[in-house]
């Protein structure tokens, strides 16, 4: 089956702690994105990449970073600079220059 | 800059009611405009899109949007509820750019009474 994965389901952070949450795809979609999503504020855009070794800030990119060294992977990094991390963290896909986004079921991280 | 207003944070209806969910966007050009559905703890799934084609856009699970420009309106309905039904639902519109990007409302709630 075709789709995305995001690992791990729950993630708990310590203070002053990195950690990554996973988003491998395997629809042959070029572009990714990471969205941050909050109680009553809908989604919000951190990071979108449209092809392998590029990536775009989105609005709230402070406190995280990316990479994309392959096409099926983009995964997200929460530095400790994010000071308020808890929040449900949603990957996407899409093919090149189309306009519909695909979701992987998502990673809540909590904060210790 | 696009825009999504979701009027509703939260939407009750009874079993085999009319629902109606109510999004209105601002873009400067012709839009691509999305309605998406959220389980608990799950990912978002597309439940219909609009793309310019027939402004009548019939989706998943029986869900219909209908674009009205004049309104700058993307309202969803779905004549007779479910209980299944009981979920978040997001509008979102998306820019004619190169990136594709997604602008997305704050969703609302919709719950079924049986």
């Known amino acids: 089956d075709g789709g995305i994965t995001q690992s791990p389901k729950y993630l708990f952070r310590k203070e002053g702690q990195n950690v990554t949450l996973s988003c491998e795809q395997n629809?042959?979609?070029?572009?990714m994105y990471w969205y941050r999503q909050d109680p009553g504020q809908g989604l919000r855009l951190i990071y979108y990449?449209?092809?392998?070794?590029?990536?775009q800030k989105g609005d709230i990119a402070e406190g995280y970073s990316v990479s994309r060294e392959k096409k099926e992977s983009f995964p997200l990094t929460v530095t400790s600079a994010q000071k308020n991390p808890t929040a449900f963290y949603l990957c996407a896909s899409s093919i090149a220059g189309h306009e519909t986004q695909y979701f992987g079921p998502g990673t809540r991280l909590l904060v210790l | 800059a696009q825009s999504v207003t979701q009027l509703g944070s939260h939407v009750s209806v009874s079993e085999g009611a009319l629902v109606l969910l109510r999004c209105n966007y601002s873009?400067?050009?012709?839009?691509?405009l999305f309605w998406y559905v959220q389980y608990p703890n799950q990912g978002l799934q597309l439940l219909l899109k609009y793309t310019s084609a027939a402004t009548l856009v019939k989706g998943i699970n029986g869900f219909e949007a209908e674009f009205k420009k004049s309104e700058t309106s993307f309202h969803l309905t779905k004549p007779s509820a479910h209980m299944s039904d009981a979920a978040e639902y997001f509008c979102a519109v998306g820019d004619s750019g190169s990136a594709r990007q997604l602008t997305f409302g704050s969703g609302t709630q919709l719950t079924v009474l049986p």
């Open positions: 629809l042959n979609h070029d572009a």
């Open positions: 873009s400067s050009v012709p839009p691509y």
């Open positions: 990449s449209q092809i392998v070794n590029d990536f």
